[in-house]
């Protein structure tokens, strides 16, 4: 994409205009400081950890360890969103090297390390690292998290997208009032154990934000239960092959992620802060995903840009386009190890093909998690209908498992 194309996406606020100098404050010029030199310029809320200790930081990222570790009033947070937006980014930090010391090899990354560590545990690193992220928990209480801008509410009422699907403009974003209403047209979707259902992306992502799966169909909630009625009894077959009810056209699909936040006392809080929001339209669920044309389904994706939530004067959620392939930072979790490391470029929904390609209720893959239990050998569950308050607890107590908070908690005893 040129900078002409760049110049245009910003007038027309696709992308946000970025902050001049002495706008940057000082915490976000470490959290720069911290990433790998080719991604300075992405908005991160992840780090590659299935990448070499020495691909996983810039060169300034010692000394800036060294230097806000001894100097925590030097980032001059002033406000729990700075503190929270700071955090999501060094607990990414910090999750990175706490895996990728033991599982990279690093002579042969097209695989997960299959012995012992071939890296020494950064231990240096992970101690600043802890010690930052323990800065950023300082005064917050749980009230404080739940108090935290909702950046989807904001959004919807900047009134900059569209609130519902223009069929005859399929490529138009939308972004529903309705999505996150407790018993509303949109169904919130879970399983019967305490595994949370959208298994693969929180283990994907480091499990330090949650991933909830939305559904509605035409008709409203009464006709979406029913739905999700014939998708339970159809899933507890034990046949992968059996082919599963095929869903109406017209459904609409949302996966919402939230992120996960740390307070003073140590507790993981689901907090509003919606990070990304994903939308897909099923015109012709019978047919195959092509990311290119809106004919089997019209695809929207979101992403939150911390610096306008900050700043409050334009809605913090910014749809992507179909070629932002150089801003949407989906593309480089999948790039660096997540699935393979392919030296590739592409847009966001280019990548959702290669998992869920398939035609209209098969995309899905609950046929997949649930029968077999694919994912931590979960064993077979049972599709269930969920509150996102209870899936997000769920989520929540699902990364205090984690061995990376484990680590973490063992640089804070």
Same mark, same amino acid.
């Given at each position: ?92 930090? #910090? ?204 695809? #929207? ?29 989906? #593309? ?82």
């Amino acid at each position: 994409m040129g900078s002409r194309h760049l110049l245009i996406l910003v007038a027309t606020g696709l992308l946000p205009s970025p902050p001049s100098p002495q706008e940057i404050p000082e915490w976000r010029r470490f959290e720069q400081a911290l990433r790998p030199p080719k991604f300075k310029n992405f908005e991160l809320t992840f780090w590659p950890d299935f990448r070499p200790i020495i691909d996983l930081a810039g060169p300034e990222a010692d000394k800036a360890l060294e230097r806000f570790a001894e100097h925590p009033e030097e980032l001059g947070l002033k406000t729990n969103l700075d503190r929270v937006l700071l955090q999501r980014s060094v607990w990414a930090f #910090f999750d990175a090297h706490s895996r990728s010391w033991r599982r990279v090899d690093p002579d042969n990354l097209d695989h997960w390390l299959d012995g012992p560590p071939k890296q020494q545990k950064p231990v240096r690193k992970l101690e600043q690292a802890a010690k930052i992220l323990k800065i950023t928990t300082a005064g917050l209480k749980e009230e404080d998290v739940r108090a935290l801008p909702d950046s989807y509410a904001r959004t919807l009422d900047s009134k900059t997208y569209a609130e519902e699907f223009d069929e005859s403009n399929p490529g138009r974003p939308f972004l529903p009032p309705g999505l996150l209403k407790l018993n509303g047209p949109w169904i919130c979707l879970g399983s019967s154990t305490d595994v949370p259902l959208a298994l693969h992306h929180l283990q994907y992502f480091g499990v330090r934000s949650t991933f909830l799966v939305f559904f509605r169909v035409p008709g409203g909630r009464e006709a979406g239960l029913a739905f999700a009625k014939v998708l339970q009894e159809d899933l507890r077959k034990q046949r992968p092959e059996d082919p599963l009810p095929q869903m109406p056209a017209g459904t609409q699909v949302a996966l919402v992620e939230q992120c996960l936040v740390v307070t003073a006392d140590r507790k993981i809080i689901p907090s509003p802060l919606v990070e990304t929001v994903q939308l897909r339209v099923y015109r012709k669920p019978d047919r195959p995903f092509d990311f290119q044309h809106e004919d089997s389904q019209a695809v #929207f994706v979101f992403r939150l840009v911390g610096d306008l939530l900050r700043s409050e004067d334009r809605p913090p959620l910014r749809a992507l386009g179909k070629e932002e392939s150089d801003w949407e930072p989906a #593309f480089v979790r999948v790039e660096l190890c997540r699935s393979g490391p392919w030296d590739m470029r592409s847009a966001s929904p280019f990548f959702c093909t290669m998992c869920h390609g398939a035609p209209g209720t098969e995309s899905l893959l609950f046929h997949q998690d649930l029968r077999l239990g694919f994912f931590q050998k979960a064993g077979p569950r049972k599709l269930d209908i969920v509150t996102p308050p209870s899936e997000r607890e769920r989520i929540a107590r699902w990364k205090e498992k984690d061995e990376t908070w484990k680590d973490l908690e063992s640089f804070w005893r």
